[in-house]
């Protein structure tokens, strides 16, 4: 096993560690785990068994695999930042709803002059 095939075999186990890691501590949600776990187990396949991309990259009529891997991995994070922008429309989506929700909520509700006390019952008017 070469130097490089070993740099990606720890690469890959280091990642898959990590973020199981974050996972766990609920810095990472589950879904997003998971792309990387499935990262971090590519790493591991192609730093286990180098000569797969070799021979993908043959299938492929690919004349120098290397390219095969960064084609690949351009593709992969482009697909990935899609759906990042993908989820922070969503997100904003909803936090428009909810604010115009709230503002909706506000206006419906008669405005209070005095503050009210701690522990005495709500005033009715």
Same mark, same amino acid.
């Given at each position: 096993?070469?130097?490089?095939?070993?740099?990606?075999? *720890?690469?890959? &186990?280091?990642? /898959?560690?990590?973020? #199981?890691? %974050?996972?766990?501590?609920?810095? +990472?949600?589950? !879904?997003?785990? *998971?792309?990387? &776990?499935?990262? /971090?187990?590519?790493? #591991?396949? %192609?730093?286990?068994?180098?000569? +797969?991309?070799? !021979?993908?990259?043959?299938?492929?009529?690919?004349?120098?695999?290397?390219? #095969?891997?960064?084609?690949?991995?351009?593709?992969?994070?482009?697909?990935?930042?899609?759906?990042?922008?993908?989820?922070?429309?969503?997100?904003?989506?909803?936090?428009?709803?909810?604010?115009?929700?709230?503002?909706?909520?506000?206006?419906?509700?008669?405005?209070?002059?005095?503050?009210?006390?701690?522990?005495?019952?709500?005033?009715?008017?």
């Amino acid at each position: 096993m070469k130097s490089y095939h070993l740099t990606v075999l *720890v690469i890959g &186990i280091g990642l /898959a560690v990590a973020i #199981l890691y %974050l996972v766990r501590r609920d810095h +990472l949600y589950i !879904r997003q785990g *998971v792309f990387w &776990i499935l990262i /971090a187990a590519g790493s #591991l396949l %192609l730093g286990s068994w180098p000569q +797969l991309i070799d !021979r993908v990259a043959d299938v492929l009529e690919v004349a120098y695999a290397p390219t #095969l891997l960064f084609l690949a991995a351009l593709v992969v994070l482009v697909v990935k930042a899609l759906f990042g922008d993908i989820a922070l429309t969503r997100l904003r989506r909803d936090l428009r709803r909810l604010n115009q929700r709230i503002a909706l909520l506000e206006t419906e509700q008669p405005q209070r002059t005095e503050p009210e006390e701690i522990g005495s019952p709500p005033a009715r008017g």
